[in-house]
Each structure stands twice: as structure tokens, then as C-alpha cells.
């Protein structure tokens, strides 16, 4: 048997070993006691042949949001020429992805393949969107809600603030009855038809 692991997890600093009896490999350090430690978190693997001790490393992989990945935000702030959000959430093909940055914007070119004649016809403030990253970069997170499978998803009334029910294609307040118009997804969250 030339190798033998450990079944414990060490944490960075953990003694693993004295340099007489291991020399650190992979992974692994001396400090100026001789003491060898572990310099990340894993599972230790001491190899008798060689007298060296090595650090499996045990840690999960963060997959960063980028460009093509789906987005969950709240709007915050509509202008004439764009909307900020809020974002909350990433994921590509239904595996949850790291967002860098907070916000987005989605710029009135890039709500719908239709004219948008005002952007507040689209979003009001609190509604919450499915958009698609289309740039990413240090100044910020670029959006898309053209597609038909993105937009509103959840909306509330601007009267009572009670959410939209979606009746036969059109938002209509399940409170006071008000109809408004949005950018909806197709997967709207209440649909009452």
C-alpha cells in the first residue's frame, strides 16, 4: 500500500504531520517548527513510498452569472430611455448562478421587438422580472426582456398595490379591478384563466 488517506477533514493551519515523518506535498506546508499543516480545506492522503503528505482539496465550484443566463430582479427606478433593477437571482438551464453585481438596467431598446412607446406602460416600480444578461462588464449589467418567455412576471395594482391577476391576456388588479398594461413573460405567476 503506497498511499494512505485520511477520512477526517482538515481545515487550513491543521497538523498533519512532523517533516521527519512526512514532507509536505500538494496542498500542504512546513512552518519553521518542522510541523506539517494543511493550507486548505480536504482530505488528507499520506503516500508511505514517498514519505509526502498531500491535501485533497475538498470545496464546490461558484459559477458567476454571464452573459445568455436569466436573471430575477425587482424595478426600482423607470426613465424616459431605461429601468433599473434590483437583481436578486441568476440561473442558466435551472442551476443557480452568482450574481457580481446587484443592479441591471434594460434600456428601452431592449424591452420588447415592439415599439415602446413609454416605459412606464412596461414596468412600474415593485414589479418583479425575468430579463436575460446580455453584457456584463465593471460598469454594470446590461438586460434583455424581448423574448417572450421574459418580462413581468409578478405585478402590482398602482391604485392599492394589491397584485395583478392576468385575465384572458390582460392584467387586471384582483382588488379594485383596475387593468394595466406590462411587458409580461409567459410564465406570468397569476394567471387566472
Known sequence: MSAKKDSNIVMPGDFLSTEEEFTPGLNAFSNDEGRVLSDSVGIPSFNIQKHEVDVDKKSRTVKVAGIGNVVFGRIMLVKDNMVVL??????????????????????????????VKRLDDEFRIGDLVKAKIVESNSYGIELTTSEPNLGVIRAFCITCRQELGMFSGKLKCTNCGSQEQRKTATDYSLKMD
Do not use: A
Open 86 to 115: 434590483e437583481l436578486f437571482g441568476s440561473e442558466c438551464n435551472g442551476e443557480p448562478r452568482r450574481l457580481l453585481q446587484s443592479s441591471g438596467t434594460i434600456m428601452v431598446s431592449r424591452v420588447s421587438n415592439n415599439y
